[in-house]
């Protein structure tokens, strides 16, 4: 064996000062296009101590509430009073945000829809593999599930001492098939009221979190588990940690298992295809691992300032196909348009549906209806049958 | 062949609006850990039009004039008057740092320097590769050496209607024995005065940038050229695009072809294993390569935060190693000490050193001295002969 015996992966909670940051971004976007789905938004947020900072390029003519939608947003993560570090009725919020550029926009907008330049230039990766039945690598499936399930516990009220900021940490041991079959070690930290100790802390979040979570069977005596490795994490949010959109890539995406073209998803709207043709990528490789032609995929894929069409597209099935290399690339090809407008037409992009992929992933999620359009359309394997056909 | 045929990076000049952000940080870094090297530093930077916003956490007795810092970074960048874009003398900088929380210097600074925790959790890849004798992706270098082109000949005044703000990316086209053969296509933006015409740049582009750059044998009549496709590029930096700080990491490491954990490099002192553990890794990569232990080598480590051992060291040699994969996974647990610590140590981390990390990579650079001490580092493949040593 050549590859990883052992894999890590992260995430981290709605509460975590990047991820607050994100939501922001991403709530703005919705906003904007919820009124104006061609308006171009470009929406960066910093939060530190007492401020939120919202920058970045938008061209819009739509009027939207900015400041009542950033404290919303920090309101409803639970950053409430100064007591829990942030409180999203008081704090400043501060706007610096310009207008797109006419000379990025002269590249954008083509004569026609169709001829619609990709926004910026750029590389995405889309991954699928067959270790969970979300098509999604194994540990950062597993970390997710284990911040969702802090937030829930904390939502609940069933340990009430916990507060919004969580990272959790997961390492997968792989076997000589290439399936993982144990996990190695657990980290989990989460910001908690100053008046539970530390070995209660530990116990709730073993039984309340880490147990109802993670597959018993890969649990054993020899799983080692780090809880609040610090000792105390009553400090948390922008006060611990100043927090920027765009910074929690890896864990927006596949926790490290896949490669990274670098480009940041949250506050930009579908004429970006750092974050279009990234979902794109995502629908390509798990349509490719739905239809069987591969158990594991990733998929390159990168574009030009301007242009429609793709500089490149490329494609790793890692020796796992089971067609030739050559005629699953031609399938995409043809069954696939990955053209910037056909991307936002094909995957139904213009409406306000990316708030909820600013935590816990923007993939790996069950496509659902919301504010009149799928969101999460590009975990659909809707085109699984037509890339057989055409390999047939 | 189940791997990409064809492969896409990108570079991005000093004058990226990201990337001036990152200057900023690692400069203040820099003029902090000159007078104090245990100095506890994460500075987060914020550039839009006309304003430069300084924040995160660091804990120093050092004085430093911050203000100074960020007006000589933007200036030393190009950016000094109104006309360009962005003027470091007069810009507004803005300083909402605050300090290191208290709580997690409990988990960093442990009762001995040796047992000094990591400074969060996190994971990180190292990489290296024999496709180019820097030991780095071809993609990725060459995409470098375009931008880093287009500063050298605007700062000599060969073509003096260039301004700060590029952007480059190639596609390279890999052989069936995994060697890059041919440049598939060239995307060059770059930003410049009004009075240039976009014939006359588009051709001095060619001349000047390009072909004294690109290996000629890998260009021909089947390359494609995309320079400026947008056709102005007038207004550029912070006015045309918001830059933060990390929000290039794909860039400042392998070009999307090695994995990447997610954390960014510019503004943090060396206790952040974002940092130092994958300098550590491409280190250790680098010598495996060198070593003729495997030609293609990824390494991924991964810590808890507080913990001084990482809590995963795992390795992948795509097949092209040499020794047996646990053999060379051996060798490097014994010639290798991963603790943040011995890191720090042996890398000689503590000294001002980062500044020119934060533009055109962090790695593939040559190891030169620096106020005092070895800049790039992990560069050196001081550790083959032990590595080599080790395996028998
Ligand atoms: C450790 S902080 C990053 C380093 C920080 N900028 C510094 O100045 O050291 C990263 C994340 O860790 C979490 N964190 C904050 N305080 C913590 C603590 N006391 N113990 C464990 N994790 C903590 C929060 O989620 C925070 O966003
Ligand atoms: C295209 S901008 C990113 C998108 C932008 N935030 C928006 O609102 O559309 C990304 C980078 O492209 C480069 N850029 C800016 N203006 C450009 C132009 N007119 N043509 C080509 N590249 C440009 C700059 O390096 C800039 O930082």
Redesign the pocket.
Known sequence: MSEYSLFTSES?SEG???KIADQISDAILDAIMAEDPRARVACETMVKTGVAIISGEISTNAWVDLESIVRDVICDIGYTSSEVGFDGATCSVINIIGKQSPEINQGVDRESLEQQGAGDQGLMFGYASDETDVLMPAPITYAHRLVERQSKVRREGTLPWLRP???SQLTLRYGADGRPEAIDAVVL?T?HNPDITLTDLREAVIEEIIKPVLPAEWLSDQTKYFI???G??V??GPV????LTGRKIIVDSYGGMARHGGGAFSGKDPSKVDRSAAYAGRWVAKNIVAAGLASRCELQVSYAIGEAQPTSISLNTFGTETVAHDKIVAAVREVFDLRPFAIIRDLDLLHPIYRPTASYGHFGRDAYLLNGATAFSWEQTDRAEALKAALT
Chains 1, 2 share one sequence.
């Open positions: 981290v975590h000062p990047d900021d969580a990272k930290s910001q609040n490795p610090t105390k994490f400090i948390g611990g940690d100043c927090g």
